[in-house]
């Protein structure tokens, strides 16, 4: 089974920019694809990005096209979640996420390993 740890986070003013760390450990055959989801107060999780460990194939959510990256450095086992141009919308618990499909799935439910949770807040 793998393991992820997420760091990064914070409060940030809109137009800013954050970047979010997930380390992932255990076996790799469960963490093909590695996710980014996100929860404002009051609100469902939505999933914000995707990648493929292998190919570094990504997938975005259209709400952050453009602004968001997320990305993978193999040799330290950690997804990215680059943010930039926030908007206050962007508030959010945010979520790490991994399976064990090599697909750019961003259902959550097909996730079956999930960080801490790291808090967002951007402020207008």
């Known amino acids: 089974q793998a393991q992820v740890q997420q760091s990064g986070g914070g409060s940030v003013q809109t137009g800013g920019s954050l970047t979010l760390s997930c380390a992932a450990s255990?076996?790799?055959?469960?963490?093909?694809?590695m996710a980014w989801f996100r929860q404002a107060p009051g609100k469902e999780r939505e999933a914000v990005a995707v990648i493929l460990i292998g190919s570094g194939g990504t997938r975005y959510a259209d709400s952050v096209k453009g602004r968001f990256s997320i990305s993978v450095d193999n040799a330290k086992n950690t997804v990215y979640l680059q943010m930039n141009s926030l908007l206050p919308e962007g508030t959010a618990m945010y979520y790490c996420?991994?399976?064990?499909?090599?697909?750019?799935?961003?259902?959550?439910?097909?996730?079956?390993?999930w960080g801490q949770g790291t808090q967002v807040t951007v402020t207008s």
């Open positions: 996420a991994a399976k064990g499909s090599a697909t750019l799935c961003l259902m959550e439910t097909n996730y079956n390993t």
């Open positions: 255990g076996d790799r055959q469960s963490r093909k694809s």
